[in-house]
């Protein structure tokens, strides 16, 4: 069994020593350039929209970094768009030589173009394969490799046993999986909408693109059984109505991923108040505290539930739980 480490999103030199105090071993962050902000706003270079979800400036983050690493932790820096145009690589290439400037761990990539550029420069940078890179199983998993990727966060709606399978047949790569907060059922590769631009005038339930009331269908070139295509529409329209980010979590499943063997358990969160990130990262802190001290499988997971409830004064729900086939064990 191998304990894992806990990555909390991070949007200001502030929070590093007190979250890393909490339990954080990681962070992940964004920053987006003046020069970008100029020529492609509103367009992101790592698909979150400008805010404070993005640290100011370059300084700013050379000294959450140095936090960091004074603490024991380190930070990866995104920059995980799913592509780019061969013009917007000069801009590209200044952010990689001020993310080396500013000694961030390791960059946060979906585009295999920008992988192979990366290896071409030679630029001297650990890199992980974003969600957005879509690594849904072995073949992809050794692909990335071969281009350098030293990690990769797996897609969200993977469930225990592929997310097993992919992992047991790739050695020398380190895996990293959603836990907590914004669960998606839709495959973030495969997504091109820029989630937090629809302004305060947008009601409620029209803010997030995959809420908007699509005329969906289920579609396929192969023979599919009836009932499989009447169950994709049902999800997706009960994904229409319940798509808000409702403490989606996964900390039951914990104990399962210590037994793989996963590196990273990834906290969504970039632009949350500095308060709910330190409560996230000492919920999940104290659950690894239990791992530690030799608990059985089924007992974690009835106490991961509890202090779930306690702590966020929710009940586990299975349309928010990220690997649901934990609640059906």
Not at 93 to 116: G, H
Not at 186 to 210: I, M, P
Not at 267 to 280: A, H, Q, T
């Amino acid at each position: 069994m191998k304990i894992p480490l806990i990555l909390s999103p991070l949007d200001s030199e502030d929070e590093v020593a007190e979250l890393a105090k909490l339990g954080a071993k990681e962070f992940y962050c964004g920053i987006i350039p003046e020069e970008w902000e100029i020529k492609y706003s509103p367009s992101s270079i790592d698909r979150r929209p400008k805010g404070k979800a993005h640290f100011p400036t370059w300084e700013s983050l050379q000294k959450a970094v140095a936090t960091a690493h004074d603490n024991g932790a380190k930070i990866n820096l995104t920059i995980n768009e799913h592509y780019y145009s061969l013009e917007q690589y000069p801009i590209i290439e200044n952010f990689i030589e001020n993310s080396l400037t500013a000694k961030v761990d390791a960059l946060i990539i979906s585009d295999p173009a920008l992988l192979l550029f990366i290896a071409e420069k030679n630029f001297p940078v650990e890199t992980h394969l974003s969600t957005g890179g879509v690594c849904l199983n072995i073949n992809t998993a050794l692909f990335f490799k071969d281009l350098g990727v030293k990690r990769i966060i797996l897609p969200r709606h993977l469930n225990i046993d592929e997310i097993k399978k992919i992992t047991s047949a790739s050695t020398g790569i380190e895996f990293e999986t959603f836990i907590f907060n914004s669960r998606c059922v839709n495959v973030d590769g495969l997504c091109t909408f820029q989630h937090g631009l629809s302004g305060k005038k947008v009601e409620y339930f029209y803010k997030n693109a995959c809420m908007l009331p699509f005329n969906v269908q289920a579609f396929t070139k192969r023979e599919v059984e009836p009932d499989k295509k009447q169950n994709a529409i049902k999800k997706q329209r009960i994904w229409e109505r319940v798509h808000i980010d409702d403490l989606p979590c996964g900390a039951c499943s914990i104990y399962d991923f210590s037994e793989i063997g996963i590196k990273a358990l990834k906290i969504v969160g970039r632009g949350n108040e500095s308060e709910r990130k330190k409560n996230d990262v000492k919920f999940l802190s104290t659950l690894l505290s239990m791992l530690s001290n030799e608990t059985d499988k089924k007992t974690f997971r009835i106490e991961a539930k509890k202090l779930y409830n306690k702590t966020y004064d929710r009940e586990c729900r299975y349309h928010m739980c990220y690997y649901p086939e934990v609640m059906e064990s």
